[in-house]
């Protein structure tokens, strides 16, 4: 049998990977994140690297992501890139990813490409408001990417909500499912799994 791949999308502190953990703990799935697969940007200086618009689409290497998306989906497995984002840099190693039964990709803008999107066959999209999704976001960036309150309040007005706006909660109409990211994980890991089996359920009933 075939990988099966799930798609999770959402505004930046709406829960997604929070989410897309606990459902892969649940599956026993391999988790890729579209973080690891920002484009490489070696060749400018630091402050430049800072600079760049990381909300934007343009700044992932969809090529490469799609092709290791369909080699997961074909059961190959895959070296995918590991990301430092207190550099803004990819780290000279990857990470070996084999595939499993079922494999999540998880990320920002995970509903955005349609030849992304044609290999999911469970797509979910996790929603919350602004506000709430501000503060998850200066928590994290603080404690985990060693931000500054200034400059994720200065990138958040600046870049990540109005992008936010422009590309990634227009990808709500692609969900098959819109989660709230306020709603127990527990919750909503049931909805997503149970969205699952329906699918594959179909499937086994009606073999192409």
Request: glycine share 6%; with cysteine; net charge negative.
């Amino acid at each position: 049998m075939r990988p099966y791949l799930i798609g999770i999308a959402g505004p930046s502190g709406a829960g997604k990977s929070c989410l897309a953990g606990h459902v892969a703990a649940r599956l026993d799935a391999l988790l890729i994140n579209l973080d690891s697969y920002y484009c490489e940007l070696t060749g400018l200086s630091y402050e430049e690297r800072c600079r760049v618009n990381f909300d934007d689409p343009a700044s992932i290497d969809f090529p490469l992501l799609l092709e290791h998306a369909r080699s997961l989906a074909g059961g190959r497995g895959v070296e995918a890139p590991i990301y430092d984002f207190a550099t803004h840099a990819r780290r000279p190693e990857t990470l070996r990813c084999e595939p499993r039964a079922y494999v999540i990709v998880e990320g920002l803008f995970t509903l955005h490409w349609p030849e992304l999107r044609a290999l999911l066959g469970t797509k979910v999209f996790v929603d919350l408001e602004d506000n709430v999704c501000f503060r998850r976001r200066l928590e994290r960036d603080v404690r985990e990417r060693g931000r500054t309150p200034e400059s994720v309040k200065t990138q958040y007005d600046e870049t990540v909500r109005p992008m936010a706006e422009r590309y990634v909660r227009p990808t709500r109409q692609f969900a098959d499912l819109v989660i709230a990211g306020d709603a127990t994980l527990e919750t909503s890991a049931d909805t997503v799994l149970e969205h699952i089996r329906q699918q594959q359920g179909s499937a086994a009933r009606h073999p192409a």
